[in-house]
């Protein structure tokens, strides 16, 4: 499942065929036919988006969209406002009324579903800033936020010289109180200062390129967190598709609409401050508190709020979540041998390959010692499975260079935990039954992955000694299925 997604619409036939299109996108779909009956599912089954038709019998979908983010702010899912046809003005007014996004039908399916796929990523990053902001808060750490209320720069990439462009620009001005700054598509990558909002106007001029462009925006350092808004050229549906697959927020279909296209930038650059806001507040408040100094990871203190509130929410949204337990094998062995600064240094190696490994939303922590907790959201038992078995070859085949030029070959174990189907389990519940797990793996060979679920008992598994070589009878070992990846400690 990629998603949750609530249908309204009063006619079951343009229900059903979009529960059919969303249902082969392996979406989850919900219906109602009201406005009245939206409000209600919304909240009990929790969607993740609202496609909801413009005409409804006891409201209009703008009035639907305003109502859900006047409830709660915070917790409205994305609102698309399907229209009969293509009018402009009705177009402005649902966006205006706060819809994410309007569609007018017919629609293509493609450029469908990528809106969909776009507002999804877009709301799961920032459910995740406002998940780390809560934590912040449990902290008392939360202070004023810095000040994003100043006029933004928005960079129009565009042909200079055209008269269009120059229209554009000139239009756009006298629309919105932001900075219009006009770049030539081959200096867009190295223009400062850095934008609040890029706008790539492949309509004009841009010789094809400005679908390239978007990855490389999205992954330059001065781009990387800019909205960014991508104007197809008109009758070119799977160009404005793949734009959005490609890192655009937001996308105009038919070429440039001042009227439109303002009011999306507006709404991109408060998003943006927003997040900049949420992530400001995370880095200087959390920095010195809850950071561990060695490896620049998230230390215990951290760890245990964030994880029940990510646990609370996995429950209110009925979403799996895992957590890992990671312990380097033999790492006495390295402080012994190589002093504390062969095991600072490889401990420092560990985290920098968690965190090039790992998804952007999973919590890394280091646990106590070389002990390291890792919380993965949206992660069933097998993705979790995989995850760890993936950082455990990864280990593995990379040798790790210590000061003075020497280096060791070390091997991972991991427990992983996920919660009962009861769904009763407390976050230190899990944490136990991953470390069990742990343990587990250690006395199963080391270099070993060990599912919580598959532990019989551990009553005195911690006072037996491990083995030297990581070497035990398979009689031996405490396990009821085969999920051990056995390996050399």
Sequence with gaps: MTGRILIVDAVPTNRIVLRVKLSAAFYEVTQAASGAAALAAVRTAMPDLVLSAAALPDMTG??????????????????????????????????AAGADEVLSRPFEDKVMLARLRALLRERDAEAELELREDTRRAFGLAEAGSDFSGPGIVHLIAQSGLAATRALAA?????????????????????????DVVVVAEALGCGGEGLSLLPQLRANRATRHSGLIYIARPLEPREAASALDMGANDILTDGPDLDELAVRLKRQIRRKRTNDRLRANMQDGLRAAVLDPLTGLFNRRYALPHLSRLS?????????????MADIDRFKWVNDVHGHAGGDAVLQVLAQRLRGTLRAADLIARWGGEEFLIAMPDADR?????????????????????????????????????????????PMDLIERADDALYAAKNAGRNTVVLADTVRALPDLRKRPLPPDGLRPAHDIPLSGGLARGGKG
């Design 312 to 324: 609370e929410r996995a429950i209110a949204k009925r979403r799996p979540y895992a957590v890992l």
């Design 171 to 195: 239009g756009l001005q006298d629309r919105i109180a932001d900075r219009v700054v006009q770049v030539d598509p081959g200096k867009a990558l190295r223009t400062l200062p850095a934008p």
């Design 382 to 426: 097998c993705a979790a499975l995989a995850t760890a078995e993936r950082l455990c070859a990864i280990m593995a085949a990379q040798p790790v260079r210590l000061p003075g030029g020497a280096s060791v070959d070390l091997t991972l174990s991991i427990g992983v935990a996920t919660p009962l189907r009861s769904g009763e389990d407390q």
């Design 62 to 95: 703008p009035a639907l969209c305003a109502d859900l983010r006047r409830r709660d702010p915070r917790a409205a899912p994305p609102v698309v406002i399907l229209h009969d046809g293509d009018d402009p003005a009705e177009r402005l007014a649902s966006l």
